[in-house]
């Protein structure tokens, strides 16, 4: 089959790879018909990120046809239109059955590098390294699918497939920030990075009650599309003291919740140095601004969640502030087993709308072109979606 592979550092082509086959019986071949890009795919792509080799098939956001199931696949039959999890987790381990599937003990295997960079291994991710299971990406005509009954779910019929996508990953990255950051009805809150996980973090936080949502970013089209499609207020930081104008909008005090959804994307192509790979830092750009940006505006007594991916070392975290203001320090990578039902019914009652953010699609042959577009938000590019039948 046809999958886009990393090559090396802002390298990327499509190759010919071997079919993935089921390996257990709680597998099954998913056959797929849209697969995102993510701001998570930027580090990758810029060589960041230890552990990626190349050849390595990209991509976790995606939705498709069941096209093999497993003998105890009880959930799914051939010829179902679902959606994926980005994040691989068995559902029966204790953190599973804490809701907390992105720490799901059986998602990538032990002995792994995440066990020896974060202390335990953590759940898996599709088209990520073997930090977090090594599972071949969703830029491809097919993907395996490990504990299909857990991590795939059929979407509604009403819901479209350029909406029903972002279920995979953004949305419950969305709906995560505002639930984890504790959002309640009244609440200002905000949010850093109108890219698809801010604006989904927004539309949650207003779902959620917040009274005043505030969204920041520098690309002016991104701003307006989160003013259109989520109600929220916007910030370009460029040309604001963010701190400042998020004091006035709150009552002198700060927001109430701060939601960071940014990560290192914004880093440029700089590959990690020998040095940054061999001690397991993401980089010399994994400089986490809009964290420090987000403890600093936070209200005393508020919550930081920290949406944006981080693979190593930061340096100049301000745990001071984050001390004697007395704050609430959450992050997480997105447990969407947890969510993505709620969100499919949400999309199905038209509540939950995503598919603007969808804004240029590709055929999977020009992934490399698709990639470029988003990397560089070229053309007002939110997500490039692919389509690798057509
Ligand atoms: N926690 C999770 O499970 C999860 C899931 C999906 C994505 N993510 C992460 O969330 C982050 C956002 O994802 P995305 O797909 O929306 O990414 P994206 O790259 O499309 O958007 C990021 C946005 O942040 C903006 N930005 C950069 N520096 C900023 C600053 N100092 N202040 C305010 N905005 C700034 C950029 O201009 C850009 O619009 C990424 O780090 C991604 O890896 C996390
Ligand atoms: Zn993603
Ligand atoms: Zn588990």
Known sequence: MRALCWEGVDQLAVRQVPDPELRNAHDMIVRVRRSATCGADLPLLAGRVPGLAAGDVLGHEFLGEVAEVGPAVRRHRVGDRVVVCATVACGHCWYCRQGLHSC?????????????????????????????????????????????????????????????????????????????????????????????????????????????????????????????????????????????????????????????????????????????????????????LAVREAVHACRKGGTVFVSGTFTGFVDAFPLGAVMNKGLTLRSARQHGQRWIPMLLDRMARDELRTEHLATHRFDLDQGPAGYALFRDRADGCVRTVFTPHG
Request: charged share 20%; with cysteine.
């Open 104 to 288: 799901c003990d059986n998602g990538a295997a032990p002995g792994t590098v995440g066990e020896a960079a974060w202390g335990q291994p953590t759940g898996g991710c599709y088209g990520r390294p073997r930090t977090t299971g090594g599972f071949a990406g969703s830029h491809a005509e097919y993907v395996r699918v490990p504990y299909a009954d857990v991590g795939a779910f059929t979407v509604p019929d009403p819901v479209s497939d350029d909406r029903a996508v972002f279920a995979s990953d953004a949305a419950p990255a969305g709906w995560m920030g505002a639930e984890l950051g504790a959002v309640r009805p009244g609440d200002v809150v905000a949010v850093w990075g109108a890219g698809a996980v801010g604006q989904l973090t927004a539309q949650a936080a207003t779902a959620l009650g917040a009274d005043r949502v505030i969204v920041i970013d520098r690309y002016p089209e991104r701003l307006r599309m989160a003013e259109r499609h989520t109600g929220a207020e916007t910030l370009h930081y460029e040309h604001t003291d963010v701190p400042a104008e998020l004091r006035e909008r709150s009552g002198g005090r700060g927001p109430d919740v701060c939601v960071e959804a940014v990560g290192v994307a914004d880093g440029g192509g700089r590959p990690a140095s020998l040095a940054d790979r061999f001690t397991g830092r993401g980089g010399p750009a994994e400089d986490p």
